[in-house]
């Protein structure tokens, strides 16, 4: 349904190592940077684009899908190394339905970003 997705950040390098750091685990690298923008993909495809603007969005929620379980808690420990708070630990939200297996940290702009596996015990 879409096919990617740009926000802006207050500081280009300092996102670039916290999304670099948070979704190693999920198999997502920066694919290309033009023009003070930095895309991230897998296979050669850049689907999460973002650059620094002087306003940046107010904060939003980004989910990521993560192939199994342990890739949502690696996710996770490695988004809180590279400097996120803690926004809901990994685990079961069954409110969501029975196999969505997610993890929520806040971001250097204050984005909530998650990973988030919806095959039952991957």
């Known amino acids: 349904m ?14 670039k190592t916290f999304f670099t750091k948070a979704l190693a685990p999920l198999g997502i690298t920066v694919i290309t940077e033009v023009k003070g923008w930095i895309g991230m993909g897998k296979q050669s495809k850049p689907e999460f684009w973002f650059g620094e603007h002087s306003a940046t969005q107010s904060p939003m929620h980004i989910a ?14 490695a988004a809180l190394e590279a400097g996120a708070k803690d926004n809901g630990a990994p685990g079961i939200r069954a409110h969501y339905h029975p196999d969505y297996y997610g993890a929520f940290v806040i971001g250097p702009d204050g984005h909530n970003i998650e990973a988030v596996c919806h095959t039952p015990d991957a």
């Open 64 to 77: 990521f899908v993560a192939d199994s379980r342990e890739q949502v808690r690696q996710f996770y420990a």
């Open 2 to 15: 879409i096919d990617h997705l740009g926000i802006a950040v207050s500081n280009s390098e300092h996102a």
